[in-house]
């Protein structure tokens, strides 16, 4: 018998502490889930382009939105 088949053998002793700890961290992330999600979409806003800083001014025929439009 091939000695080297020892070494990549994984059996329940090892599989199992494997599977718990990756069960732990999926437990840890799904408790504190809208932390995560909130984080992220932090990120992200900082990526995306703010409507109200950019330059670009209002078409024609509409108002800015710093301005409200009289009516009398």
């Known amino acids: 018998m091939h000695l080297g088949f020892f070494a990549i053998y994984a059996g329940p002793d090892q599989v199992m ?10 437990g840890l992330l799904l408790i504190f889930w809208n932390k995560v999600v909130a984080v992220f ?3 992200l806003g900082r990526f995306q382009r703010s409507e109200v800083n950019s330059s670009t001014p209002p078409a024609q025929g509409q108002a800015s939105k710093s301005t409200p439009e009289k009516t009398s």
């Open 17 to 26: 502490t494997v599977t718990s700890g990756l069960a732990s961290l999926v």
């Open 41 to 43: 979409a932090r990120i």
